[in-house]
């Protein structure tokens, strides 16, 4: 099973920039896809992004397209977040998890994430002035 540790979140002004990391242990060969996900105060945890293991596909939420970049390093197991351009609606707790194909979806906001199993500790972002 891979577990993560997210890292690199932070208190940031509207405009700013943060680049998140998603660090995974375990059995790193055994996921379909990692995706990043959040959960704002008072709202359910939503997808923002995935990357595909087999072929580097990414994908992204609506409201993060063209600012967000998810990226990874192999030789590291490391995930990469880079959010540029931060709103005070991209504040929240963003956690990242493996998601099996059975539950994949290129609408990263339609992913299940009551069924993707463990988290982790998560990395706090809060973008405010």
């Known amino acids: 099973q891979v577990q993560f540790v997210e890292s690199g979140g932070g208190l940031v002004q509207p405009g700013g920039s943060l680049r998140l990391s998603c660090a995974a242990s375990g059995f790193t060969s055994d996921y379909y896809a990692i995706g990043w996900f959040r959960q704002a105060p008072g709202k359910e945890r939503e997808g923002v992004s995935c990357?595909?293991?087999?072929?580097?596909?990414?994908y992204y939420a609506d409201s993060v397209k063209g600012r967000f970049t998810i990226s990874r390093d192999n030789a590291k197991n490391t995930v990469f977040l880079q959010m540029n351009g931060l709103k005070p609606e991209d504040t929240g707790v963003y956690y990242c998890?493996?998601?099996?194909?059975?539950?994949?979806?290129?609408?990263?906001?339609?992913?299940?994430?009551?069924?993707?199993?463990?988290w982790g500790q998560g990395t706090q972002v809060t973008v405010s002035s």
């Open positions: 998890a493996s998601i099996p194909e059975i539950h994949f979806s290129p609408s990263v906001t339609n992913i299940p994430t009551d069924d993707l199993g463990s």
């Open positions: 990357i595909r293991r087999r072929d580097g596909s990414t």
